[in-house]
């Protein structure tokens, strides 16, 4: 197994790498997720208000309907004879007159009260809205720079991927596979020297002396911690 080969192309690949982490770290996508959370946030608070509200109206609706039933009430009792009626009828229609006039002054007081709620609920709708609207508009800014650093990448990337094309020609088909799976698993650099006799170069883990004999005799080893191969340096 040849494994200057096979360094050879990590060495390339690893150029290939530092570009895609340069995408993948890249200061817009970052934003662009935290704009895409909070437009999320104040959509749902949008749909809370608006819930909210309707309740509200309703309820809005059902005291104006109250204070219709109780004023009709008032209104009929105003107008009955009152040289007709005995001083029991006039006491009780005394008190419920007032009774019925304090029933409208409490739903009067209610009513300004949802009135003032409903304002509220508007007022924080509006800027409920105007977040949302903002962080929509730089979302699309964010990733539009985002697409455009994308593809300004893309030139250095597949010219880079020609060059390992022939490259990996001279690796094992069998490594070479292998290889391109733990990078596709996101493990770099995908091969790694032995340290100290008998450690693991990425990881530090100790290995086994059997694990020892097996890369002397194979050249190379996988790492059972961090998956990677590890191989023996020329000293
Ligand atoms: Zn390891």
Known sequence: ??????????????ELFAVEQKI????????????ATLAKKTQTKSVELETE???????????????ATNKAQADKMMSGKIENMT????????????????????????LQKSAENINHILAEFNKTKKLYDQARTQYVTCKQKLDEQTKASEPEKAKIKKQLEV???????????????????????????????????RCRMELPKV??????????????????????KQE
Do not use: W
Request: aromatic share 6%; net charge positive.
């Open 53 to 67: 509200a309707e309740k509200l109206l309703a309820q809005i609706e059902d005291l104006k309907e109250k204070y």
């Open 24 to 35: 993948a770290n890249s200061p817009y996508r970052k934003k662009a997720n935290e704009l």
């Open 87 to 110: 001083v029991e009828e006039l006491d009780k229609l005394s008190t419920l007159q007032k009774a019925i006039s304090k029933n409208l002054s409490v739903l009067e007081k209610m």
């Open 1 to 14: 197994m040849n494994i200057e080969n096979l360094l050879k192309y990590q060495k390339l690949d690893q």
């Open 167 to 201: 490259l990996e020609k001279d690796v094992d088909p069998q490594i070479m596979a292998d290889y391109k799976k733990k990078r596709n698993d996101n493990i770099f650099p995908v091969i790694v020297p032995l340290e100290n006799g008998n450690f693991c170069g």
């Open 211 to 232: 694990a020892i004999s097996r890369l002397k005799e194979k050249g190379i080893i996988t790492c059972e911690h961090c998956k990677r191969y590890i191989y023996l």
